[in-house]
């Protein structure tokens, strides 16, 4: 292709979705540009186009508003406007023209614009043949962002360690070999030795059959063999192996399918060395689960403040692996409360037995199971109605060594002190009962938004009863009460996503662009927001998010349909914190929740407005409900 | 401001030496040329059909150097349309100088894959009929297309030309304010009408980049203009 036009096919197709788009196809598309120039301050279309139009920006800027002059949202260099496009190219549904010619979008150029214009028809024509750009054009907002999660999601199977790493990170080699004449008792004396449980057998370089302990064991001692007998003859013949170019997962599936715990691995049939069951487990070590029983090891607080430190590497190990933030954030979870029962129990031993009966509480994201490293600490007491003023002090110096103990593991204190060591949060069962019904029937906004913490809180230690018995009162008030409820949301509704990009920068509602996106206020709390007003109105006890959402699905708060959006959208959303945290620790950085739009993809961009809009969606179906 | 009269004169003057020169033209593509009559001089801008041109010369000189390369691409109704591009390179005798070589990045390879200057010459009459050519710093194409006229048809027939240098110091001139004549080149005016880079030296992005300036340039002037605010 001539060179000028490959300068404007190569500025093409780094346009998602376009790069997904062969270049002979990007070709054709050129050749169907009009390339139109319009002053600041115009509407578009452009003079002289009468078609329904698709606009790329080459250079400038267009605002899009509401028939009203509320603005939509802004485009730049690079992005496409579909705003004309008003049957996206599917001629069926007629319906959806109809509502969306009633729309009527107003377009203008913020600055002296270049534009690259395209029949809409054409274009779609053209790529007709490519679903996955289609798709792009034609699907909504909550279809885009749920075929994105899903894509993740799948991912995040397929990149767990075991299915992408090769067996031969795994595999120790030399196998120990033995030949078939010598005795048991030798190929015992050799297992020994070398510290194997099993041999390959092996005649003139031929591999005859396997033997491990439990061969003899069962074969040999069991069956009262004698020990000088040929090794052959408790041999398993016609053993697996296992060919080094197998992952570490078709390894795992095999020993299972089997039932066996040693596989021989090979290169080109020849032996090359062994791997165990353990040596799959071992890669494994530094997860959740064996942090948790690490934890629960620990005898002193200074080696849970070691085994702390461990945290951040397995949060920023997990994202780099691909796990999804749901799986993060319950894993981060699970080893706060580990040290928080560890502590706790460690002050019972310090303290004496508690006087009366109690329950540790954890509240908001821990409780929500969506914490992440270097998160901070919200806890609480619940007490037993039969508590004494003399008690007090146990519970005290309780919360006090706990708290410390979190503080010097990293969990910094909450600095709005949501702690069981403030006194108001460190209460009997009827005080917390009264507690909950003050904030239901005379909602005040600004005690609401500081006490939202406590509709998420859960049992960390001690008798689960406590609180679930205020729980269950609880659930009972917020659902009959509108007042409540329409309060929560007024609240809610304060925290609103921006509206999308504009160049480099984050486009906010009033038309202003911010550096940064507050990934945690103008995103995920949102949808943790609505998630609890749902979750309060349904009477559903979960605290966790996408299981409030899960549950509320086909209530009369929530649609199934409208469900799915959010969740896809929270997944998206934690899943950006969850990367954006993991690239700040690895650098060394504290972690935070704010995200510059040069640290993502242009097609990140793209499902982070389809989330945004999925959560408008949402707010403003909250707002005219109340 | 344009003083309307002489402006008529000078395109009744295109027109009547159409008419003038198709009488004794040969037969062939010059002929063909000739005989769709040019824009008058009162259409309006928006109607009249342009075609934005661009030459790479090995020289400044039209009769010692030669033509390289030709690219032009259609302005209608303020739309550049990329459809309607075209782009190609010519044979020369002889090879070409190094100096040449760097600059418009046309190597004796490619120069020998290129079509006979007939050829070229009478597709870009083809294109030419009946339209405005859109240049920047007229004198080149002027001169080269004439020339090859001549050496091909023995007369050389009029073009009536929009030239953006021209656009520009018209403007500059009415500041009186004294400027640099650097100011004039196509990267220049590009970069103060705010227009993205564009790889310079290629016939056809010249073209193409031309063509942008001047839907530029004119987006400041009157919507209603007619050709001749604009025509050379």
């Given at each position: 292709m001539d060179s000028a036009l490959s300068e404007i096919s190569e500025f093409i197709q780094a346009i998602p979705p376009m790069d997904l788009l062969p270049s002979n196809i990007i070709e054709q598309v050129v050749k169907e540009i009009s390339i139109c120039y319009v002053r600041r301050g115009q509407f578009l279309p452009p003079q002289g186009v009468t078609e329904e139009n698709l606009y790329i920006l080459r250079k400038g800027a267009l605002s899009y508003v509401t028939e009203s002059d509320e603005l939509l949202g802004k485009y730049s260099e690079g992005d496409i406007c579909t705003?004309?496009?008003?049957?996206?190219?599917?001629?069926?549904s007629n319906k959806n023209t109809e509502v969306k010619a009633q729309l009527k979008p107003k377009v203008t150029t913020d600055e002296d614009t270049l534009l690259y214009s395209i029949s809409c028809e054409k274009f779609y024509h053209l790529v007709s043949e490519y679903p996955d750009v289609m798709a792009f054009f034609q699907q909504t907002s909550e279809q885009r962002l749920n075929k994105k999660m899903l894509k993740v999601n799948e991912d995040a199977i397929v990149n767990s360690s075991l299915l992408n790493s090769s067996i031969a990170n795994f595999y120790h080699s030399p196998a120990v070999t033995i030949g078939p004449d010598a005795s048991i008792q030798q190929a015992a004396i050799l297992m020994t030795e070398q510290g194997f449980s099993c041999l390959v057998i092996v005649k003139n370089g031929q591999l005859l059959g396997i033997v491990t302990d439990k061969d003899i064991r069962r074969r040999c001692v069991a069956q009262g063999l004698g020990i000088d007998q040929p090794v052959s003859a408790i041999m398993t013949d016609n053993m697996t192996t296992i060919d080094i170019k197998s992952t570490a997962y078709d390894a795992l599936m095999m020993m299972t399918k089997k039932h066996i715990h040693h596989l021989p691995v090979t290169i080109n049939r020849q032996l090359k060395g062994m791997v165990t069951v353990t040596d799959l487990m071992n890669n494994e070590g530094q997860n959740a689960v064996n942090i948790t029983s690490v934890i629960h090891k620990a005898t002193s607080v200074s080696e849970l403040i070691e085994i702390s430190s461990l945290i951040p590497k397995l949060q920023i190990r997990m994202a780099k692996l691909g796990t999804t933030a749901d799986h993060v954030g319950k894993s981060i979870s699970a080893i706060t409360m580990a040290f928080t029962i560890r502590l706790i129990e460690m002050a019972e031993k310090l303290l004496g037995p508690p006087p009366v009966s109690y329950a540790w509480l954890a509240a908001g994201s821990q409780a929500r199971q969506e914490q992440f490293a270097h998160s901070d600490q919200d806890n609480a007491l619940i007490i037993s109605n039969?508590?004494?003023?003399?008690h007090s002090f146990w519970f005290k110096d309780l919360a006090t060594f706990v708290s410390d103990g979190l503080a010097a593991c990293g969990f910094i204190y909450c600095p709005g002190n949501v702690m069981a060591t403030n006194p108001e949060w460190c209460q009997t069962q009827k005080k917390w009962s009264q507690y909950f019904a003050k904030w239901i029937n005379t909602p005040e906004p600004k005690a609401l938004m500081h006490c939202s913490t406590f509709f998420d809180l859960t049992t960390v230690y001690g008798d689960t009863r406590l609180l679930e018995q205020v729980r269950v009162k609880m659930l009972k008030t917020t659902q009959g009460s509108t007042l409540f409820i329409a309060h929560l949301s007024r609240n809610a509704l304060n925290l609103r996503p921006p509206l999308g990009f504009f160049r480099d920068f984050v486009l906010i509602q009033n038309g202003e662009n911010k550096a940064t996106l507050d990934l945690k206020h103008n995103g995920i709390a949102p949808i943790v927001d609505l998630a609890r007003i749902y979750a309060l109105s349904e009477g559903i006890?979960?605290?966790n998010t996408i299981e409030r959402l899960k549950q509320a699905a086909g209530t009369p708060s929530l649609s199934k349909a409208s469900a799915a959006n959010l969740i896809d959208a929270y997944e998206f959303l934690s899943m950006l914190r969850m990367m954006h945290q993991a690239n700040k620790l690895q650098k060394g950085q504290q972690p935070n929740n704010y995200l510059s739009p040069?640290?993502?993809?242009k097609l990140e961009r793209e499902h982070l407005k389809d989330a945004f809009k999925v959560i408008k969606t949402m707010q403003d179906h909250r707002q005219s409900t109340y | 401001m344009l003083n309307h009269h002489p402006l008529t004169r000078w395109l009744i003057g295109y027109e009547a030496q159409r008419k003038r020169m198709l009488k004794r033209a040969p037969e062939g593509p010059l002929r063909d040329f000739l005989s769709v009559p040019f824009p008058t001089l009162y259409t309006p801008f928006d109607h009249t059909p342009i075609l934005s041109v661009d030459f790479e010369t090995t020289g400044l000189d039209a009769i010692q150097d030669k033509l390289l390369s030709v690219g032009c691409v259609e302005l209608n109704h303020r739309q550049i349309k990329l459809g309607t591009s075209y782009h190609q390179i010519i044979q020369t005798e002889g090879s070409l100088k190094a100096d040449n070589v760097t600059i418009h990045q046309i190597t004796d390879d490619q120069k020998d894959q290129g079509k006979p200057l007939a050829e070229v010459v009478e597709y870009l009459l083809k294109r030419l009929a009946g339209k405005v050519m859109l240049v920047h710093f007229s004198r080149i194409e002027r001169q080269f297309l004439q020339q090859a006229c001549v050496e091909l048809y023995g007369m050389a027939p009029p073009f009536p030309m929009i030239d953006t240098l021209v656009v520009a110091k018209k403007r500059l001139d009415k500041r009186d304010v004294a400027y640099d004549p650097s100011e004039l080149r196509l990267t220049a005016l590009r970069v103060k009408y705010g227009l993205p880079n564009h790889y310079a030296h290629n016939a056809l992005n010249d073209a193409i980049a031309t063509a942008e300036l001047l839907l530029a340039q004119i987006s400041e002037l009157n919507e209603d203009m007619s050709l001749q605010q604009l025509i050379l």
């Amino acid at each position: 292709m001539d060179s000028a036009l490959s300068e404007i096919s190569e500025f093409i197709q780094a346009i998602p979705p376009m790069d997904l788009l062969p270049s002979n196809i990007i070709e054709q598309v050129v050749k169907e540009i009009s390339i139109c120039y319009v002053r600041r301050g115009q509407f578009l279309p452009p003079q002289g186009v009468t078609e329904e139009n698709l606009y790329i920006l080459r250079k400038g800027a267009l605002s899009y508003v509401t028939e009203s002059d509320e603005l939509l949202g802004k485009y730049s260099e690079g992005d496409i406007c579909t705003a004309f496009c008003l049957n996206n190219g599917s001629h069926t549904s007629n319906k959806n023209t109809e509502v969306k010619a009633q729309l009527k979008p107003k377009v203008t150029t913020d600055e002296d614009t270049l534009l690259y214009s395209i029949s809409c028809e054409k274009f779609y024509h053209l790529v007709s043949e490519y679903p996955d750009v289609m798709a792009f054009f034609q699907q909504t907002s909550e279809q885009r962002l749920n075929k994105k999660m899903l894509k993740v999601n799948e991912d995040a199977i397929v990149n767990s360690s075991l299915l992408n790493s090769s067996i031969a990170n795994f595999y120790h080699s030399p196998a120990v070999t033995i030949g078939p004449d010598a005795s048991i008792q030798q190929a015992a004396i050799l297992m020994t030795e070398q510290g194997f449980s099993c041999l390959v057998i092996v005649k003139n370089g031929q591999l005859l059959g396997i033997v491990t302990d439990k061969d003899i064991r069962r074969r040999c001692v069991a069956q009262g063999l004698g020990i000088d007998q040929p090794v052959s003859a408790i041999m398993t013949d016609n053993m697996t192996t296992i060919d080094i170019k197998s992952t570490a997962y078709d390894a795992l599936m095999m020993m299972t399918k089997k039932h066996i715990h040693h596989l021989p691995v090979t290169i080109n049939r020849q032996l090359k060395g062994m791997v165990t069951v353990t040596d799959l487990m071992n890669n494994e070590g530094q997860n959740a689960v064996n942090i948790t029983s690490v934890i629960h090891k620990a005898t002193s607080v200074s080696e849970l403040i070691e085994i702390s430190s461990l945290i951040p590497k397995l949060q920023i190990r997990m994202a780099k692996l691909g796990t999804t933030a749901d799986h993060v954030g319950k894993s981060i979870s699970a080893i706060t409360m580990a040290f928080t029962i560890r502590l706790i129990e460690m002050a019972e031993k310090l303290l004496g037995p508690p006087p009366v009966s109690y329950a540790w509480l954890a509240a908001g994201s821990q409780a929500r199971q969506e914490q992440f490293a270097h998160s901070d600490q919200d806890n609480a007491l619940i007490i037993s109605n039969d508590m004494k003023p003399q008690h007090s002090f146990w519970f005290k110096d309780l919360a006090t060594f706990v708290s410390d103990g979190l503080a010097a593991c990293g969990f910094i204190y909450c600095p709005g002190n949501v702690m069981a060591t403030n006194p108001e949060w460190c209460q009997t069962q009827k005080k917390w009962s009264q507690y909950f019904a003050k904030w239901i029937n005379t909602p005040e906004p600004k005690a609401l938004m500081h006490c939202s913490t406590f509709f998420d809180l859960t049992t960390v230690y001690g008798d689960t009863r406590l609180l679930e018995q205020v729980r269950v009162k609880m659930l009972k008030t917020t659902q009959g009460s509108t007042l409540f409820i329409a309060h929560l949301s007024r609240n809610a509704l304060n925290l609103r996503p921006p509206l999308g990009f504009f160049r480099d920068f984050v486009l906010i509602q009033n038309g202003e662009n911010k550096a940064t996106l507050d990934l945690k206020h103008n995103g995920i709390a949102p949808i943790v927001d609505l998630a609890r007003i749902y979750a309060l109105s349904e009477g559903i006890s979960s605290v966790n998010t996408i299981e409030r959402l899960k549950q509320a699905a086909g209530t009369p708060s929530l649609s199934k349909a409208s469900a799915a959006n959010l969740i896809d959208a929270y997944e998206f959303l934690s899943m950006l914190r969850m990367m954006h945290q993991a690239n700040k620790l690895q650098k060394g950085q504290q972690p935070n929740n704010y995200l510059s739009p040069k640290e993502i993809s242009k097609l990140e961009r793209e499902h982070l407005k389809d989330a945004f809009k999925v959560i408008k969606t949402m707010q403003d179906h909250r707002q005219s409900t109340y | 401001m344009l003083n309307h009269h002489p402006l008529t004169r000078w395109l009744i003057g295109y027109e009547a030496q159409r008419k003038r020169m198709l009488k004794r033209a040969p037969e062939g593509p010059l002929r063909d040329f000739l005989s769709v009559p040019f824009p008058t001089l009162y259409t309006p801008f928006d109607h009249t059909p342009i075609l934005s041109v661009d030459f790479e010369t090995t020289g400044l000189d039209a009769i010692q150097d030669k033509l390289l390369s030709v690219g032009c691409v259609e302005l209608n109704h303020r739309q550049i349309k990329l459809g309607t591009s075209y782009h190609q390179i010519i044979q020369t005798e002889g090879s070409l100088k190094a100096d040449n070589v760097t600059i418009h990045q046309i190597t004796d390879d490619q120069k020998d894959q290129g079509k006979p200057l007939a050829e070229v010459v009478e597709y870009l009459l083809k294109r030419l009929a009946g339209k405005v050519m859109l240049v920047h710093f007229s004198r080149i194409e002027r001169q080269f297309l004439q020339q090859a006229c001549v050496e091909l048809y023995g007369m050389a027939p009029p073009f009536p030309m929009i030239d953006t240098l021209v656009v520009a110091k018209k403007r500059l001139d009415k500041r009186d304010v004294a400027y640099d004549p650097s100011e004039l080149r196509l990267t220049a005016l590009r970069v103060k009408y705010g227009l993205p880079n564009h790889y310079a030296h290629n016939a056809l992005n010249d073209a193409i980049a031309t063509a942008e300036l001047l839907l530029a340039q004119i987006s400041e002037l009157n919507e209603d203009m007619s050709l001749q605010q604009l025509i050379l």
